[in-house]
């Protein structure tokens, strides 16, 4: 192989990957927004449970309720963020994108959300 090839290559391996297309950026952007506002409702959901909710007669199932829907709206926010930069450094090094637990966990939070409010419910 002549010298230049060889350098050619060698300088090839050097150079940065080509920009992103900037509109899988975004999209990944708008997901993680997306995730965010989920967060905010479920935030303002326990907020409005805790102060708006009179009290019921299981004593602590408003606290229970509105705290669970704050938790999750917690672990969604890191979640997503979390989710964000992972998929952000998959698509710039060129590997596959990483799965999403945020799904499952959201599904499970709000299952969870729900039965403590029905109980509430039905116990008053």
């Not at 602590?60 to 938790?71: D, E, L, N, P, Q």
């Not at 710039?92 to 959201?106: E, H, K, S």
Request: hydrophobic share 55%.
């Amino acid at each position: 192989m002549p010298a230049s090839e060889a350098h050619a290559e060698g300088s090839a391996a050097a150079q940065p990957a080509a920009e992103l297309d900037y509109r899988f950026t975004l999209a990944n952007e708008r997901t993680f927004l997306a995730w965010i506002r989920t967060a905010l409702g479920l935030l303002a959901g326990g907020v409005a449970v805790h102060t708006l909710v009179e009290p019921l007669r299981m004593h602590g199932m408003r606290t229970a309720i509105a705290m669970s829907a704050i938790v999750l709206a917690v672990v969604l926010s890191a979640g997503a963020y979390r989710q964000w930069r992972a998929v952000g450094r998959a698509m710039r090094t060129g590997l596959p994108l990483p799965a999403n637990a945020l799904v499952p966990i959201l599904a499970a939070g709000v299952a969870l959300v729900s039965a403590l409010a029905v109980i509430g419910v039905l116990r008053s």
